[in-house]
């Protein structure tokens, strides 16, 4: 029997990245050269361990495809690995890497982890068809002897402090050593002209990706998600919307500031622009905190927008547009309806992304970005980076703001698209283009 090559990324890219970065993967079984390839293109090779390279991602920042090839001395392709970059990640990540012996059974495995908070695993369990193996030195996992006529399941969990957790399968034996995945990605559009949206037959023609037909499995136009970035306080939100930095109790709000809300089930969280950084001896990641989520029973959308603090604030340097690109992420990864805000106001923005990157990320991703101020424009030219801004220094300001919001919630479905797609790949058919728009584009 041939020996069977398998490989696994040691550089797990969990966060948002661009630029210069190295990659590395870990290969077991026979190899003559590994070869990386990005959204489709080569970009980097390497012909011996460690198998690292440096890759460029450039200065934009954009949702990629990242494939790992391992090569045969032909340059035939024996064994690939794939992870999304900048697209909605695990705050932990495993991969299962195989040593098999040379007729192709799998003998022992390794773990290749990797989680944003620069931490070790504090419990790692493994199991096979649920008895457990204790790894042995230097995290070699000796497995025991498998009938390899049935299949078997070789699982891993690991528990970090922070309360993240990962896991990764793979099956051993039988017919077949993959396992059987079912991929979507969620695509909001909207339909033009406050038309009906088409049926789901007729979708089946209007979704491309480079030429080649989507397939369209459903549509929903559940909640929506709505994620704002606003300073860490809330005494100048406060002066400007609340008429003289007081809270508005629940009551007072709801007399006056009823009207300014979303759909009774629609979401909506707050992303603070304070980062809490944590080190990886691979990868650096910047954790910027965020709320639960809130509906409008919690309160009007003033009283949200007014009331909503960070308790425990740090005194560092506020980033509002790094925050923006981390909210038009989790807006993403919602897969609903979606919308990020971010209210500018007086202080000083310390973010190492710029608006023009962070706006066209978010146009990547399909999330609309509305962006609001609470200072006249007028005074603050660098606002003018972010596109269209909209003052809400009063609340009947907001409260116009709040319905162009509400309205393009409102004209958004969500169609489900068969298979895993980079957002920004997708486009309309000729045909469909009359009909629909994609949410997010300007």
Known sequence: MLAVTSIAFTTLFLGLVMSVQTLGVNVDGPVGAVEYVLDGKPIGRSSSRPWSARIDLGSDLSPHELVARALDREGREIARTRQWLNLPRP???????????????????????????????????????????????????????????????????????????????????????????????????KVRNRGDLPNLRELQSCLQENGRPLTVVAVEDGPAQVIVVRDRGNREIREVLGGGARFFLPGESERFFGDIRLDGKDRLRFVWPVAQRFADPVLASDLFGSTTDYTMSSGSFHWLLTRAYMPHGAESAQRYTDAAAVAGLEAFASSTRRAVVVVLGSGADSSRLSPEQVRSYLERLRVPLFVWSLVETSARPEFAKWGPVVEIDSAQQLRKAVRDLKRNLESQYILWIDGKHLPQEISLTEKAAALLELAGSR
Not at 98 to 106: I, K, P
Not at 146 to 167: C, V
């Open 91 to 189: 705050r932990a990540e495993t991969a299962i890497v195989l040593e098999r012996d040379a007729r192709g059974r799998a003998i022992a495995a390794r773990l290749s982890t990797q989680s944003l908070f620069g931490s070790r695993p504090n419990s790692v369990s493994v199991t096979l068809d649920g008895r457990p193996i204790t790894p042995g030195e230097g995290g070699r996992i000796v497995l025991p002897d498998y009938e390899p006529g049935r299949t078997h399941l070789l699982s891993a969990e690991l528990e970090f402090a922070e309360g993240a957790r990962s896991r990764a399968d793979v099956v051993l034996g039988g017919d077949t050593g993959e396992e059987a995945k079912s991929e979507l990605t969620a695509l909001p559009v």
